[in-house]
């Protein structure tokens, strides 16, 4: 166990991390802060929630002269969520600082932007697209830039972000310090890393610390046709109070939050192709609890941090082990307890040992859910209510009503009449969901390798080549610099564990995304 304390960092910085409730640093925190604080190059390998934001947060903001106010810092995400999330958290850490973080995005007025730029920013947080842009408009200067993120540098490549990042970083001077961060490493991001960075660090997280230990993880094997009831009935069964469903592609995410809305249920849709003030207002109902449900494709829910939770459906099952564990790192956050359930058709079986493969996490099998049951999990809703509205004590003013109504019935029937009422009865109105082809898998010389369709403009990833091994670890000079050595040898690596699996090459991801 290690303390932030323990880690060197400012009385500033202490008491703010502090009042966010932190105490023991996580794996990748641990190994991440000290490293960076000395100003050495590092690639931290890590999924979402494993607290990365303030892994490479904390030096960032320890760097910062306060007393200047020009931009120092600039972290780049893949999408609009992430960036304000990230953006967000760096103000709470930085808060006793006096810190000034600035999230820039696509969808978000320009104008509005420029003049927050105007009003000089420590650190900005923004999409690559939107980041060029600026620099294209001159709104936005780095030439006092000394630390440069990349956040989820594998999923901006696969949204086709990597001459982006490119342009971005040859703006940034070439003395400075890059953290990278990447739950795969593929070629491009080795070469990205052999060509901007130096005398790289790199640090990588267990595949056991994929998976949170406190999260439920299941899965269901059910025809396509009967997932959505199925959906359903769990949905009953379980009265969850803030749940997310994964959907595959942004048509299946409209259809099923269609779907549910018939069938009673509070719910609402994120994707790439909806306008930013209706993703800000759909992810504020949620927070606020004034919706229970909430659908999303993979990109669409990156970096998302929702306090409270509580159950997690992949309706279709993820394309890769690093989707999987993003989608359940929703759930079991801030040390509570979490449920994971997975909706997987007999010709994808496949795909799910392939994830139990590589989290080493054991995915437990359930029956596929009964009216009778869903049901019976309505009913222990209403009876869990009735009980805590008796706990309260406040019913005075029912009583006397209440004693007049079991002069003329019996107790049972009256009870019973009260349950009838007070219980959602499973809705059977029918539904239809386009039909989604399963995952492909394909398998090649003895080993098993997912596979997927390729669909446009539908965030549906193709391949999927999940492999031990090795990594190839090099660290390159940037172009002119003489001192910086490209090659396996001037590599330092830091492991706590085999996490290394080649990513697979996928469908880049719409722009719109930025």
């Known amino acids: 166990m290690t303390t932030f304390s323990e880690l060197g960092l400012s009385p500033e910085l ?150 982006d990042i490119e342009t971005i970083l040859e703006n940034v001077p070439t003395e400075r310090h890059t953290m990278l961060f990447s739950a795969t490493m593929p070629k491009q991001i080795q070469k990205l890393a052999e060509r901007f960075m130096k005398d790289v660090l790199i640090i990588r997280v267990k595949a056991s610390e994929m998976t949170v230990k406190s999260i439920e993880q299941e899965y269901v094997e059910v025809k396509e046709k009967q997932k959505f009831d199925a959906l359903t009935r769990l949905l009953d069964i379980h009265s969850p109070e803030l749940a997310i469903i994964f959907g595959r ?24 192709d909806l306008p930013q003030n209706k993703r800000d207002m759909v992810l504020r109902a949620f927070k606020n609890n004034t919706i229970e449900v909430l659908v999303a494709t993979d990109v669409a829910a990156r970096g998302l941090d929702i306090s409270g939770v509580s159950h997690v459906y992949n309706f279709d099952i993820p394309q890769d082990p690093e989707s999987y564990v993003h989608r359940i790192g929703r759930t079991g956050r801030a040390g509570k307890t979490g449920y994971a ?87 059977e109105t029918p539904i239809e969901l386009t039909f989604e082809p399963p995952l492909a898998v394909k398998k090649r010389r003895g080993e098993q390798r997912g596979g997927g369709d390729r669909r446009r403009g539908n965030y549906n990833r193709g391949g999927g080549e999940y492999r031990g091994g090795g990594d190839r670890r090099r660290s390159g000079g940037r172009p002119g610099d003489k001192s910086r050595s490209g090659g396996a040898q001037g590599s330092k690596t830091r492991s706590t564990g085999d996490m290394s699996y080649r990513a697979s090459k996928r469908v880049r991801e719409d722009k719109k995304a930025r």
């Open 249 to 272: 592609t942004k048509r299946r995410v409209d259809e099923l939050t269609e779907a549910l809305n018939k069938r009673g249920y509070s719910a609402e849709g994120i994707h790439g």
């Open 14 to 163: 202490l008491k703010s991390i502090n009042n966010m409730g932190f105490e023991e640093a996580t794996p990748i925190q641990r190994d991440t802060i000290p490293t960076a604080l000395q100003g050495t190059d590092l690639i931290g390998q890590a999924q979402t929630g494993t607290g990365k934001t303030a892994a490479f947060g904390i030096p960032l903001i320890e760097k910062i002269d306060v007393k200047s106010r020009k931009i120092q810092g600039i972290v780049l995400a893949p999408t609009r969520e992430l960036a304000v999330q990230v953006g967000e958290e760096l103000n709470k850490i930085g808060q006793y600082k006096g810190i000034k973080t600035l999230p820039i995005y696509g969808g978000q007025s320009i104008v509005r932007q420029i003049k927050a730029l105007k009003g000089g920013p420590h650190i900005i947080v923004g999409t690559p697209g939107r980041v060029i842009d600026h620099i294209n408009r001159k709104t936005l200067k780095l030439e006092d830039v000394h630390t440069v993120v990349l956040d989820e540098a594998d999923e901006m490549l696969n949204m086709g972000f990597i001459e």
């Open 341 to 427: 359930i997975t909706f997987i058709t007999p010709r994808e079986i496949d795909h799910l040992y392939t994830i139990e493969k590589i989290t080493k996490r054991k995915i437990n099998k359930r029956s596929v859910p009964s009216l009778h049951e869903a049901i019976e999990g309505q009913q222990k809703m209403t009876i869990e209510k009735l009980l805590n509205v008796m706990e309260e004590g406040d019913m005075q003013a029912y009583k006397q009503t209440a004693m007049e109504l079991l002069e003329e019935h019996d107790s049972v029937s009256l009870l019973s009449a009260a349950l009838k009422v007070l219980t959602k009865e499973p809705d």
